[in-house]
């Protein structure tokens, strides 16, 4: 019975990681959105329908899609300093908002 149950956890843990399941957060779509447009629109494109402005800045649809990108990896993205990008504070529930908002542009495998 152990076996069988260990073999079940082990079967969810391979189908989770194949399907690209990433952490949740907690931030509200909609005002990420509006951070976007405000913070970060000048130099990219925060809808994806365009291309950014500033050549050199990725789209947010680019970023949202990059391999590897979970909510933790653009924690730590907005938090680190960028040659090209301005120093920004958008506080914890900005950030929060920020990711769940480029999180949603992520397509479905």
């Not at 925060?46 to 680019?62: E, I, M, R, Y």
């Not at 899609?65 to 090209?84: A, D, E, K, M």
Request: with cysteine; net charge neutral.
């Amino acid at each position: 019975m152990k076996f069988a149950v260990g073999m079940a956890l082990m079967g969810f843990s391979v189908i989770a990681l194949a399907t690209g399941a990433v952490a949740q957060t907690n931030g509200d779509i909609a005002n990420g959105r509006a951070i976007a447009e405000r913070v970060c629109g000048e130099c990219h494109s925060v809808d994806g329908k365009s291309p950014s402005p500033h050549l050199q800045a990725p789209t947010f649809v680019v970023v949202a899609n990059s391999p590897g990108r979970t909510p933790t990896s653009l924690r730590v993205w907005f938090q680190s300093p960028h040659r090209s990008m301005p120093d920004f504070n958008l506080g914890e529930q900005g950030s929060e908002d920020l990711v769940a908002y480029i999180l949603s542009l992520k397509k479905s495998p």
